[in-house]
């Protein structure tokens, strides 16, 4: 490892993992921690431990790991914070991009709630963005390899990274001409909204228990609303990348796949806007790629560095005080609990 990615790993990927690990007293908190201390036994059938829990077989194997090794639930929330912040670090790598750049994309508007809240989540999205990554280099067979990867292990750390695995792979099979940019773009979004739409008018989600339970529930089941701050800064962004890209940016392979994966996860949000849950789950787990997407499009247009950390510096600004007086509140039972220590 470099010396400056030591230096990231050490001053960055460590202590953002440590401060999660330590967190306030969340809604989830309390499950997370009871289930934890109840897993004495090695998870023998994803199926069945998930019936019992309600959490993936991951949960349940480093849950028995850790109490196995004889070790508390702080280390146990701290395996799965480092997980997620790690496989961020490691798609940096491969992306051959500074981490200090991906960060405050990922700080504004997801680590309070991916390595806070909805861990699971973190964990599985940060994990399937670097198979995909893996895949989208590779030659043929090796991408179908790493998929199958993905395939198998994504949904045992969370069933919602089917989402962006997907898009991933279907982006494979989008040509966009640069010309014709935006009729693309326009027709897929659309094509997503309308699928969105149609599965949920077909009531195919009430044969799944669990999604079924979100519908029926007054808070979770209920609209979103299309013309959110979320729905607006993603259309912002997406229009902004479509019209400023140049042909050059347009033929990186990568950005090319992730700003489509953006579109679809955006379109998706809208889409699926009729059950606020699964809205800002599946939504937001396909449109994780933005912290990698918004730093490839800066690094491209943009020559001076310092002009691109002060806008990832307001970006995460804007980002933190939007979510940390109107979503956030939510999420905890009381900010003065303070961490976990």
């Known amino acids: 490892m470099k010396l400056n990615r030591l230096c990231e790993f050490i001053f960055f990927v460590l202590p953002f993992a440590l401060i999660a690990a330590l967190r306030g007293h969340t809604y989830d908190t309390d499950v997370y921690v009871g289930i934890f201390n109840s897993t004495f ?3 023998t059938s994803a199926t069945e431990y998930y019936a019992a829990n309600g959490v993936e077989w991951m949960f349940g194997f480093l849950s028995w790991m850790v109490n196995f090794l004889g070790l508390n639930h702080r280390v146990f929330l701290f395996t799965y914070s480092f997980g997620t912040i790690f496989f961020i670090f490691l798609s940096t790598i491969r992306l051959n991009i500074n981490f200090i750049y991906v960060l405050p994309y990922y700080i504004g ?3 309070l709630s991916l390595q806070n809240v909805t861990m699971r989540q973190g964990l599985g999205v940060s994990f399937i963005f670097f198979i995909a990554i893996l ?7 090796k991408s179908i390899k790493y998929y199958v990867i993905g395939l198998v292990i994504g949904p045992l750390i969370h069933s919602v990274t089917i ?5 991933s792979w279907a982006v494979k099979f989008i040509k966009v001409n640069y010309r014709n940019r935006l009729y693309t773009y ?9 699928i969105c739409n149609l599965i949920i008018k077909s009531g195919l989600l009430s044969e799944f228990g669990r999604i079924d339970t979100y519908i029926n529930n007054d808070e979770y089941g209920s609209q979103r609303v299309i013309y959110s701050i979320v729905n607006i800064k993603s259309f912002f962004i997406l229009i902004s990348m479509l019209l400023l890209s140049n042909k050059k940016l347009f033929d990186n392979l990568i950005y090319n796949r992730f700003l489509l994966i953006y579109c679809i996860g955006f379109a998706t949000r809208i889409g699926l806007s009729d059950i606020s849950i699964l809205s800002a789950r599946v939504g937001s787990a396909i449109g994780f790629v933005e912290i990698y997407l918004i730093p490839l499009f800066l690094l491209t247009i943009i020559k001076n560095k310092f002009l691109i950390i002060v806008i990832s510096l307001l970006y995460m600004m804007l980002n933190i005080i ?4 109107f979503v956030y509140p939510d999420f905890y039972l009381n900010f003065t609990d303070g961490f976990m220590l």
């Open 41 to 43: 036994e090695f998870p």
């Open 109 to 111: 508007p997801y680590y």
């Open 186 to 194: 326009t027709i897929v979004f659309i094509f997503i909204v309308l």
């Open 163 to 167: 989402a962006p695995l997907l898009s």
């Open 135 to 141: 895949a989208i280099e590779a030659k043929k067979l």
């Open 322 to 325: 939007y979510f940390t007086n």
